[in-house]
């Protein structure tokens, strides 16, 4: 049996990666498995959100990933005659620094991150599957197997990032609970005879479900995106591509919108049955369920791959906090509960409120009811007029993408959500996520995300706050005087963009007490 890994990491899609990342940047030995063999599988997943992009801002990824994607992507929605555009870009988000939905391919998401490990010295072991682990009282048992043969490991912890047919789902013992749906998703990358639009999106509503084509195809021009009563049982797993769709049921989807194109190549296409489910927890003593191993999601709004990413950015910096507490020696277990107990606590309550708003947008897209069918096919037309005119009212559109990308999300009830006394007046409260804003630090005038773009927590001083005692400066922990916030508070940061810790003094006691809470005192104490 070998070890020398804090982190085993089960699955190499966007929320396996990122949890590398974010756990490798807060000072895991990491270790990424992935029992497919090669990186690239058509795209399921096409759009980053707003909130998604901030939390892999700090690991140093989102230039790549936006020089990859189309920042101000343009759609037509189809309601019967009438067409409505849309733009998606330049929202009034003025509290984050992508104010915008950026469409990208899941596969260029996967590679950008990987490079990025990579470039950390931590490459994905690509043909190597987990085929069981447990969980016991001094780690997690996994047993692995590769062209090598079978290896048996013992490491701290366990993430299962490995989809919804989940091992460590499975051997954690954690069951879900929902359904599958009786509507079915189509894809396939094809070229048209002729372009449907000017470039952008393309949305058709129509009775018998919602049809989308991107200009985002891997192996063809166009990437088509369909809803349909479902066919029954053929093996696929859920959210997996399964079975080739001919070309002329395909023909037969385009023709029913009312799109006047002929299909002149199909390059690939799949059968893609859907559920929507939720893990009944997220933890069982070492082992964790991220992603689509901890829930499943229609495909309205796109929230299945940020979900995952999002996950991953609020667990990572917690294990590697956990397991690197003590300068290389693992954390004491019990002062390490509350800090990953907290994960299940804060991300599980988000999921659920993710999985009620993407059952009921999908309702209105894709079910072949009486009623939404009628919704789309004869009240969506009749009301098109009016589109504009909401459209045009970019506030309620941005308050729409704020609770669609989660920048509405808060951890006010977790246990790492601490509040000093007396109360930080007119700032975010502990749990709050941390808009951007434009500060003064001493110099020009910089946005805030920026300075606070990187690993580690950020301590953030009013200008006419109490200096910190030293030993609550450090490699893991960043200070920042705020000369534009006038008052003599302070306000802890997680590495995640949440809000830990606020006082409206400077109350070295109640941080210190906050920063044991996270195991960042531990942190910076041994490394000074």
């Not at 005879?193 to 949305?203: F, I, N, T």
């Not at 009013?462 to 000369?483: C, E, F, I, K, N």
């Not at 109350?507 to 942190?523: K, V």
Request: hydrophobic share 45%; with cysteine.
């Amino acid at each position: 049996m070998t070890g020398a890994v804090d982190v085993l990491v089960v699955g190499a899609g966007p929320t396996g990666l990122t949890l590398a990342l974010q756990a490798r940047d807060h000072g895991a030995h990491v270790r990424v498995v992935e029992r497919r063999p090669e990186a690239f599988r058509p795209s399921r997943a096409l759009i980053l959100h707003p909130r998604t992009l901030e939390g892999l801002r700090p690991l140093g990824v989102t230039d790549a990933l936006l020089g990859l994607a189309d920042t101000a992507p343009t759609a037509r929605l189809h309601l019967g005659p009438r067409v409505v555009r849309a733009g998606l870009g330049d929202l009034a988000l003025p509290d984050t620094a992508f104010p915008y939905l950026s469409l990208i391919r899941q596969a260029d998401v996967e590679r950008v991150l990987a490079t990025a490990l990579a470039d950390r010295g931590v490459e994905v072991e690509r043909g190597t599957e987990l085929l069981a682990v447990r969980d016991g009282r001094h780690g997690a048992d996994a047993v692995l197997r590769s062209g090598a043969g079978t290896e048996m490991i013992r490491c701290p912890y366990v993430a299962g990032c490995d989809g919804p047919v989940s091992t460590v789902r499975a051997c954690a013992g954690i069951g879900w609970h929902g359904r599958p749906y009786a509507v079915e998703a189509v894809l396939a990358d094809i070229d048209l005879s002729r372009a449907p639009g000017c470039g952008g999106a393309e949305a058709f509503a129509g009775r018998r479900g919602l049809l989308l084509l991107f200009p985002l195809g891997e192996r063809a021009a166009w990437r088509l995106l369909a809803t349909r009563a479902s066919g029954g049982a053929h093996g696929a797993a859920f959210g997996q591509p399964g079975p080739a769709v001919p070309r002329t049921e395909l023909q037969r989807l385009l023709t029913d919108v009312g799109l006047d194109a002929t299909i002149e190549r199909l390059a690939w296409s799949a059968r893609v049955p859907l559920q929507y489910r939720l893990a009944r927890r997220f933890r069982r003593g070492r082992l964790f369920l991220l992603g689509d191993a901890a829930h499943n999601y229609s495909p309205a709004t796109g929230q299945g791959m940020n979900a995952g990413i999002q996950d991953a950015v609020n667990l990572g910096w917690k294990l590697g906090f956990a397991v690197r507490a003590c300068d290389g020696e693992p954390a004491d277990e019990l002062g390490a509960e509350v800090l990953l107990d907290s994960y299940d606590r804060e991300r599980r309550p988000v999921a659920h409120r993710r999985l009620l708003l993407t059952h009921a947008a999908f309702w209105a897209e894709a079910s072949t009811g009486r009623v939404p069918s009628w919704l789309r096919a004869v009240a969506a037309p009749i009301g098109a007029p009016a589109v504009p005119v909401l459209l045009d009212r970019r506030r309620l559109v941005a308050e729409g993408i704020r609770v669609i990308s989660q920048l509405r999300v808060s951890y006010r009830n977790s246990p790492l959500s601490v509040e000093g006394t007396p109360r930080l007046r007119g700032a975010p409260r502990p749990g709050d996520r941390l808009p951007d804003a434009t500060v003064s630090a001493g110099g020009p005038a910089q946005r805030l995300h920026h300075l606070l773009a990187r690993p580690g927590v950020h301590l953030l001083l009013q200008r006419d706050a109490d200096p910190l005692p030293d030993a609550t400066s450090g490699p893991d922990v960043d200070v920042l005087r705020l000369m534009n916030s006038p008052g003599q508070g302070l306000m802890a940061v997680r590495p995640d963009g949440h809000v830990g810790f606020t006082c409206g003094a400077t109350d070295a006691a109640g941080l210190n007490g906050w920063l044991a809470l996270i195991g960042a005192a531990a942190l910076s104490a041994s490394r000074l």
